[in-house]
C-alpha cells in the first residue's frame, strides 16, 4: 500500500498532531522522518491534552505501529520521558514503537554549544529551541555525529565522546567562555540509556520496506514547517532537516514512488515562532487577539508566537515544492469573531505585483503583502462536525483557499478536540 505523508506548510505550529492523531485510526504504521525533540505535537480528545516531541502522533491508537526514522536526531532524555508518559497513560509500547539504529543522538554538548552560540549572537539569533537540534545535525553531516548503533559497543562509544568532546570543549571554554564537559561521566549516562532503549532499537527501513510489499498502510509525519526546512525555507531562519516531503524518503529510506498521498497542513491564520522574515505578521492589537483566540504559546517551549493573516503566496510555493495532493485546514475556529478577513494574495516588490515567493531572505523582507479582505461569520463555530453546518462566510472562506492553490480541502478542524473535525472526503 502507499504512503501518506502529513506535511506543515507554513512555519509549523498548523496542528499536525491532531489530524496524524486523527488520520491513524484508518492506518498500520505512523512514522516520523525528521526533526527533534523541539517538535510539539499536540493532542486532545475529551479534557485531555497531550504533547508530543519525538513519538509519532499514532501511538494512542492502540493498533497502530509507531516508527521514529533515522532522520530524526533522538534526545535520550526526551524519548524517555515520553515512553514513560505513555505507559502510565494505560499504552502499550513494546512492539509498537521502533527506533531506527541508525538515527543520530542529541548529545549534552549539543546544547550547551547551541546554548552558548545564540548568547553569542545576541540581536543576530536564530531563536531556536536550545534543544541541541542544529548541532546535532551538524556533527551528523560533519561525520562526527553519535548514532544509536554506537551504543552497543562501549569502546567505539567513548572513542567518539572524547573525539568529540575534544573539540566542543575547546570551543565552549575558549569561544563562548562557557564551562567544560566530563567525558566519563557522559558515557556512563549513555550505557544507562542503552540498557533502557535497547528494546525498542531496530533497522525501521527493512521492517517499513517489508511492511509496504505487505501491503501495510504507512502515515508519514514531518515536524515543524516547509519554510523552515534547511533548502527551500527562509534561511538562515530555518530549522536544520527537511520537512518537505522529499525528507520523508531519506529520513525513512523508502522510495519516492510509494507515496501517493501529501497532505499539507494549513493553519487558517499564520503564525511563526523565533526570528526571520513574516510578510503578513501583525505586529499590533489584532495580532494580540489572534494569539490569545488561537492560545499561540509554543507547546515545546512556551514562548508566544507570532501572529498575522493567512499568506497564500507563501502556500502556493510550499504547494508547488510539496506537491499537495490535499489540504487540512485548522483552527477555523479561531477566526469566529471576526467580521472580516484579510488573505494576502501577492507581494509588492519594489513597486512591481508578484505572486511567487522570494527565494532569498532580503527580498522577502522587503516584500509588502497585497490583501483581499474577505468577510468574516461573526459566529462561534466551534465543534462543528458538518461542512453543510457551517456560516456561508466559513465556506466561502475554504473555498476560497482551496481556488487559490488548486488543491481540495478535505478535512477542516473546528477546534482542539479529536472530535472537532469536518471530513469532506471518505478518503480521510
Not at 531562519?237 to 520537512?243: D, E
Not at 462566510?393 to 472530535?419: C, M, N, Q, T, W
Request: aromatic fraction near 8%; glycine fraction near 10%.
Amino acid at each position: 500500500m502507499p504512503i501518506s505523508v502529513v506535511i506543515g506548510s507554513q512555519w509549523g505550529d498548523e496542528g499536525k498532531g491532531k489530524i496524524v492523531d486523527l488520520l491513524s485510526e484508518n492506518v498500520d504504521i505512523v512514522a516520523r522522518y525528521q526533526g527533534g525533540a523541539n517538535a510539539g505535537h499536540t493532542i486532545c480528545w475529551g479534557d485531555e491534552t497531550f504533547v508530543l516531541h519525538l513519538v509519532p502522533s499514532g501511538i494512542f491508537q492502540k493498533d497502530v505501529t509507531c516508527v521514529i526514522g533515522n532522520g530524526v536526531v533522538i534526545d535520550p532524555v526526551a524519548v524517555m520521558e515520553e515512553i514513560r508518559m505513555i505507559k502510565d497513560l494505560g499504552y502499550d509500547v513494546e512492539g509498537r514503537l521502533l527506533i531506527s539504529h541508525n538515527a543520530h543522538m542529541i548529545m549534552p554538548y549539543h546544547k550547551k554549544v547551541e546554548e552558548a552560540r545564540e548568547r553569542w549572537r545576541d540581536a543576530g539569533a536564530i531563536g531556536t529551541t536550545g534543544r541541541g537540534i542544529g548541532p546535532a545535525y551538524v556533527d551528523k553531516f560533519a561525520r562526527t555525529g553519535v548514532r544509536v548503533v554506537d551504543l552497543l559497543d562501549r569502546d567505539v562509544l567513548r572513542r567518539k565522546m572524547e573525539l568529540a568532546l575534544e573539540e566542543k570543549n575547546s570551543i565552549l571554554k575558549n569561544v563562548y567562555g562557557a564551562d567544560e564537559l566530563d567525558v566519563d561521566a557522559m558515557i556512563e549516562e549513555y550505557v544507562e540509556f542503552d540498557k533502557q532503549i535497547d528494546p525498542y532499537i531496530t533497522d525501521t527501513t527493512q521492517y517499513l520496506c517489508n511492511a509496504l510489499k505487505e501491503g501495510q498502510r504507512v502515515l508519514a509525519e514531518g515536524a515543524q514547517g516547509s519554510l523552515l526546512d534547511v533548502d527551500f525555507g527562509t534561511y538562515p531562519f530555518v530549522t536544520s532537516s527537511h520537512p518537505t516531503v522529499g525528507g520523508c524518503c531519506t529520513g525513512l529510506g523508502v522510495p519516492p514512488m510509494e507515496i501517493d498521498r501529501v497532505i499539507g497542513i494549513v493553519k487558517a491564520y499564520c503564525t511563526r515562532v523565533g526570528n526571520g522574515p513574516f510578510p503578513t505578521e501583525l505586529d499590533n492589537a489584532a495580532g494580540d487577539e489572534l494569539r490569545a483566540a488561537g492560545h499561540e504559546f509554543g507547546a515545546t517551549t512556551g514562548r508566544p508566537r507570532r501572529c498575522g493573516w493567512l499568506d497564500l503566496v507563501a502556500l502556493r510555493y510550499t504547494s508547488m515544492i510539496n506537491g499537495f495532493t490535499e489540504l487540512a485546514i485548522t483552527k477555523l475556529d479561531v477566526l469566529s469573531n471576526l467580521t472580516e478577513i484579510k488573505v494576502c494574495t501577492a507581494y509588492e516588490l519594489d513597486g512591481r505585483r508578484t505572486q511567487r515567493f522570494p527565494s532569498d531572505l532580503h527580498t522577502l523582507e522587503r516584500a509588502v503583502p497585497v490583501y483581499e479582505t474577505l468577510p468574516g461569520w461573526n459566529r462561534d463555530i466551534s465543534g462543528i462536525t458538518s461542512y453543510e453546518q457551517l456560516p456561508a462566510e466559513a465556506r466561502d472562506y475554504l473555498d476560497f483557499i482551496s481556488h487559490f492553490l488548486e488543491v481540495p480541502s478535505i478535512i477542516v478542524s473546528s477546534g482542539p478536540k479529536r472530535e472537532e473535525t469536518i471530513l469532506r472526503s471518505h478518503t480521510a
